[in-house]
């Protein structure tokens, strides 16, 4: 039989208590993002001072704070390439980076882009809340079409950003988008994202009932979370009703978000090439110092 | 008796009462007590088929709750063993 740890020897362990509680608003889905962290850090059973947590400045941002290990708030947007800069000053780090919808897609969409293309070993954890919460609900590049925010009070008139298809499209090792409501398939992906050599990115729909949801007829909290269950799908279920289903089905499941594991393979990550690399250059100067 | 299965640290409650609308068999309701913060923390409903299944702990935003399996008292588990370890069991 399994020992089962309970959540409070796991606060005790990764928690810094001083912080506790958060100051995010009620409902929010930050906290349970941090939850199946936890949960996962737990199961792989890593040693917390080879793990460095990044962030850059957002709500997101704040959840390095609150764990029990060595983590980097940075500027806006750059803490893709603070993790960077940490991953090549030494590649046996674990480098998590926690990064918000705005943080990452919008103000540091050109990080994200080319830390994706050069495969660096990390996890990004992106949590879209479709909006810029802290800074006052600005419209966010993820917000879905026709979505009120301060910038935009006559509805979102351009078309979403969709993180996971772009991170698919550059060829990043794993991909994944999960809702917070169901914890056990997020923990797993967590979990699978971390052990992945090469650049693993998981993006969490967390519900905002301050800054989106009031906006968006969505305040009370238990409408919000709910919102989420009823307009997101399975990507399975999602391509089978699309290649089998009736016009009626198709109709309905057009606009949903799917969700799921988008892609899952095992491509050399940048410092295994580098590794590489530096190992042919040796060989062939030995070889030419070896010739004279 | 009932109330040592799940115990909430109720300085950390926010009130959003996530567990109550979440819980698969809707074993959980408001308490009656005040906290801090000026709201009401969750407690186990006095007759309850709470069967263990953690969603309350694993979903909490605040990290509040915690269930603990009572050994001694024996209930059909329903649907899954749950093992937080993402769907496998080791």
Known sequence: MVKIKTADELNKKFLREGMWPTIFCNGCGHGVVLEYTFWALEELGLDMDKVIFSSGIGCSSRLPGYINADGLHTTHGRAIAFATGIKAADPDFNVIVFTGDGDCAGIGGNHFIHAARRNIDMTVIMINNFIYGMTGGQLAPTAPLGSIATTAPYGNIEHPFDICNLACALGANYVARWGVSHPYQPIKSIKEGIQKKGFSLLEFLAPCPTAYGRRNKLGDIKKHWEWYDNNTILKEDLEKIMKYGSEQEKEQVKDKIPLGVFQDIQKPGFFEAYEQLVDRLKEKESKSIGGK | ?90
């Open chain 2, 1 to 90: 008796m009932v109330c040592l299965m799940i115990e909430v640290r109720e300085d950390w409650c926010k009130g959003c009462n996530i567990c109550i609308d979440r819980c698969p068999v809707d074993a959980l309701e408001e308490s009656d007590i005040l906290n801090r913060r000026g709201v009401r923390p969750p407690k186990l409903k006095e007759k309850n088929d709470c069967n263990f299944c953690r969603l309350c702990e694993l979903i909490c935003p605040d990290l509040a709750i915690t269930v603990f399996p009572d050994e001694k008292e024996k209930k059909p588990v329903k649907k899954t063993l749950l093992t937080p370890v993402g769907g496998k069991i080791k």
